[in-house]
């Protein structure tokens, strides 16, 4: 299945561990990089990588070893909780890989999450992430953050703001910078007001 732009915030915000696989793809690896790793914070918590939950892959590492993926998605570590296999920069080659990985997946298997570039309507890849019920492909557009978006920046780097104001200023902001160099730019706020013992300052304003 496939999700429109308007179901990919709340289902970034609440992820669902009951599906296989999801694809992330996009011309912007900056952006894509974003959401997935936006997606995989929520679905696994902030500790996954230190208690060995989330696993890392790349489409050459499933094209090398076509069993690594379907070793990583049925291993079980010594933590509980949710698990998940990250496959980055995948494409058509390894889109056989993938979904003999899925087809074979059942709980409490590792959820599957695949990240690619721009990918054509005839991909195969994404024709069958978008086609499969088990799956579902997330496209990430070259858009402006949307105020949902902005917002859960803001969260992610400790800043709240009540002010209109200033929120409009952001909107602008957000208009000017890629998605990366705004959260960057939050948390650059946030550390100088942290190091200096005083709130955080943005557009000449202190909140």
């Known amino acids: 299945m496939k999700l429109s732009p308007k179901e990919i915030p709340r289902f970034l915000e609440n992820p669902d561990p009951t599906i296989a696989a999801i694809l992330f793809y996009g011309s912007d690896t900056m952006r894509v990089a974003l959401k997935r ?6 679905l696994l918590g902030s500790t996954a990588e230190q208690e060995m939950r989330l696993i890392r892959l790349t489409g050459d590492d ?3 070893d076509h069993t690594a993926a379907f070793d990583a998605i049925k291993s079980v570590g ?3 909780g949710q698990r998940a296999v990250l496959i980055e920069n995948s494409s058509d080659r390894t889109s056989k890989i993938i979904f003999d990985c ?4 059942e709980q409490p298997d590792a959820q599957i999450v695949v990240t690619s570039g721009q990918l054509k309507p005839t991909s195969q890849l994404r024709k069958s992430f978008e086609t499969s019920k ?3 492909a997330v496209p990430i557009y070259d858009n402006p953050l949307t105020e949902m978006e902005i917002k859960t920046e803001l969260t992610r ?3 709240q703001i009540n002010d209109p104001n200033i929120m409009t200023g952001l909107h602008s902001l957000s208009e000017e910078l890629e998605p990366g160099d705004f959260r ?3 948390l650059l706020y946030t550390s100088d007001a942290a190091d200096e013992g005083l709130g955080v300052d ?4 202190r909140i």
């Open 37 to 42: 790793q936006e997606y995989l914070e929520n």
């Open 62 to 64: 499933v094209l090398k």
């Open 78 to 80: 010594f933590f509980p």
């Open 102 to 105: 899925i087809e074979a997946w």
């Open 134 to 136: 088990s799956t579902l």
């Open 157 to 159: 780097a400790g800043i």
């Open 184 to 186: 960057n730019t939050c």
């Open 202 to 205: 943005l557009g000449g304003r």
